[in-house]
């Protein structure tokens, strides 16, 4: 049971209000309840302060004037509530132990605290560290290893070799070393170069659903501490990424691409092959990276919609740029003379 | 066994022809045979119309002048092929009752009339209605309630407390109610955002193929009644879409978006998120959506394709667009002296 | 165990060194060790190529006297390295035989060389050639057809009726014959099309993982020979893509589009449906097709990313393209008089 006092507690925040209050789950400023604690982080919602029903705000100490119900006030309320929310609201885990419609392979080393739910598979030689959870379907192929406290949703497929490491979430439908896209023409037919080298997933990684990242051609891809991946991302083989670096949804990052640390990439962006990302890169959503970006900072590509009628006139007016560039020369070369 | 009478009557059809010729099939214009029925309903093919071998087609009363072989006659030939073809191939059902290799979890309800498919798994507390039909490989998590007349084809992932309503057809490898990607920046790191809301599939959705739809972080993601969803979607956290939308594949919507209803979102469209897009809106292919549209309307974006010596030129021109206004400005001020 | 004169005989390269050195694996020129062979492909690589520690590299006959190692000289090297690789790296296998827990359908005939893991669905009527091997989890619809020496790898889901030809591989997540996306508008709501065409796949095919091709309306979807498609991809219904054609990543093609012979598509690429892509044609990354492209050669769009600031500018100038052409238009007439 949560009460204010020990949930201020495990945040460290400043508890104004009733200590013996008692919360059960988290709600919007607009829809919480009263045994709901929300929270205040966006400026575009502050509207909603003071009429809430919530029970509890997480609030900076600038906003506390406005609360009119119980506040925990700290300076970040958005990692705060981050932190509130995982206390209300642990994992759902699978049960413990080995469900019986598991296969298990030969030589597996498999932790006796790990959870591994049913229809699963896990190939020869696999090791399932502490507490690991593996969701009810995922197939985990040969020489697999998987460090403590990883969590497998329903549904994901590891490849043989994939290394996992500690407090790594991974959402179904993902597929973690596939064979990257290696292949050498002769005579116009194309031959499979094989893909021998494997995937190493750092520490407090999050992989989204329907995300692949395929394994090295000769070394490793390689997913640094603390990257955070959306859903339906492509990373080539041998692709490095730093640590910390957050990327959205439906980015496609081509073979042997470096991205550096703390970069943040949005939606929809698609990165060329064998280029370098800095550290501290911001790519905006759907952006079309062709070469290597050297310094820090925002970069930006494609031009929004706009209606369909003028697009068709800018589309056009686009094409002769050249010949619009040519005509101000000769405007110039007129007024010249 | 299915006569042109039996067909005209049900979808409400004019028999022009031999009420008794059996159909067993349906086929293009160009390829159909004496047995199947046929349909003209784009006039790009109307040429193939008078040497058609098809036994049957469905036509416009403006077409039938030209029809050589039997005809239904009907304002809207799609729509008639659309019932005219669900008569002729009704959908391959999984068998009745639940295949032995199924695992079910405790205090589940499951319609006697349901058919769960070999390889299953299915949660604690999951309700499945009548006539709900589950696929091979399929994972229902905990919590999940699956309206009546629903299908979900092989392999799909319906996280746990999805909502599901009636007559929804999920694709295989599509995956419902993943965690949103909700993070928090706490110096340097990120630190994961509990995703507690789910989503909420309305009655008569169809979901395509590895499409991806998110949970809720606090509140639900809200797919409305008769939605249809292509392949290849991502769909973030507390999107709401409205009734009647149809999105082309490889679409991808932000968090917290909202879409209005009868809108047509064309394949490869990227959508920002906390944004609006009214009702009726078109958006043609590779459209890039950075603000609100709050009118009906056909939106475009993107410029497309040129020989790439022509597009080398033209991107060059473009970063110079810039000083292309500047030397403008130039020659108006100089002619103006 | 492969000395070098036996991968010098196999791959048809001409020894320089020691034939009895044993060969175990490969590695790059920076990071192989003594018992690796390596290869000089790309001029990008050749400074590490008299460095190097491996124990042989594949080189030109050009680059032969930069060698301090063994060498296997051969006018491709990349093509040569590929059949080293695939000498030294043989494919993993499922064991011989059908998993105990496999579910298999009625009337079905399955090879007895082939190999089926755990965890798989295979319906009724299917054909499962010699030498298969169906990865754990794959599910098998009905009266699909897999032709001699083709490989699902894991959590590979192919439809009823689909065929796939020899020596395919089809990586983990690939959906083959999913319904099309066809909808016909009633009133307002969205009518589906059944869709019962189905897929063909030719022979040394290669899918990518959580690639989609959907089943045809009428008439099939057809892969021909030799194409490879990496991850991601997605091809609508009745698209056709011609022989040793190859498609990177993200790629979108929407129905009814024929593609040619010997094409290469860039990753990211749209291509719009119902339109003609002839032999030869190459399409750099994140390209927008919207009309056919009726002969060969490389073609582009999409304007590479700048500082987010230059971006801001030039999205601007471009919308004010018609008002620049008009002063542009102004001065000429001034001009002019």
Redesign the interface.
């Known amino acids: 049971m949560w009460t204010l006092a020990k949930i201020a507690s495990e945040i460290g925040a400043k508890l104004v209000g009733n200590a013996e209050k008692v919360i059960t789950?988290?709600?919007?400023l607009q829809?919480a309840t009263d045994t709901d604690i929300s929270f205040l982080a966006n400026t575009k919602y502050r509207q909603y302060l003071n009429s809430t029903s919530a029970g509890c705000v997480i609030v900076s100490p600038a906003d506390l004037a406005e609360v009119q119900t119980n506040a925990l006030v700290i300076d970040?309320p958005?990692?705060a509530?981050?932190?509130a929310?995982?206390l209300?609201?642990p994992?759902?885990q699978s049960s413990l132990g080995i469900?019986p419609?598991v296969?298990v392979g030969e030589n597996c080393q498999i932790a006796d605290s790990a959870r591994i739910?049913?229809?699963?598979?896990i190939?020869n030689n696999v090791h399932i560290g502490d507490n690991v959870d593996i969701?009810?379907?995922s197939?985990i192929?040969?020489d697999v290893y998987i460090a403590a406290d990883s969590r497998l949703?329903?549904?994901v497929?590891l490849?043989?070799k994939v290394q996992i490491g500690e407090r790594v979430?991974i959402?179904?439908?993902a597929?973690i070393g596939?064979?990257g896209?290696?292949?050498?023409?002769?005579n116009?037919?194309?031959?499979?170069?094989?893909q021998?080298g494997s995937v190493i997933i750092g520490n407090?990684v999050?992989i989204?659903?329907?995300t692949?990242i395929?394994r090295g051609a000769?070394?490793d891809t390689i997913i640094s501490d603390?990257v955070?991946l959306?859903?339906?991302i492509?990373i080539?083989h041998n692709v490095f990424i730093g640590k910390?670096t957050?990327i959205?949804?439906?980015v496609?990052i081509?073979g042997s691409t470096r991205i550096g640390s703390?970069c943040a990439i949005g939606?929809?962006t698609?990165i060329?092959g064998h280029i370098e990302i800095a550290d501290g890169v911001q790519?905006?959503?759907?952006?079309?990276?062709?070469?290597s970006?050297m310094s820090s900072?925002?970069?930006?590509?494609?031009?929004?919609?706009?209606?369909?009628r003028?697009?068709?006139?800018?589309?056009i007016?686009?094409?002769?740029?050249?010949k619009?560039?040519d005509?101000?020369k000769q405007?110039?070369s007129?007024?010249e003379q």
């Open positions: 789950g988290v709600g919007t829809n970040d958005y990692v509530y981050a932190k929310a995982a209300l609201y994992e759902q469900h419609s296969v739910s049913a229809q699963v598979f190939g969701g009810a379907g197939i192929e040969n949703m329903s549904n497929t490849c043989r979430q959402h179904p439908g597929v596939a064979d896209f290696g292949i050498a023409n002769e116009g037919r194309w031959l499979k170069i094989p021998v407090d999050e989204g659903a329907n692949t395929d000769i070394d603390g955070k959306d859903n339906q492509q080539g910390h957050v959205a949804g439906c496609g081509s703390h939606g929809g698609g060329a790519l905006t959503g759907m952006s079309m990276v062709t070469k970006i900072g925002t970069y930006s590509s494609g031009i929004p919609v706009e209606p369909t003028d697009w068709h006139r800018n589309v007016r686009y094409r002769q740029l050249d619009l560039n005509r101000i405007l110039e007129k007024l």
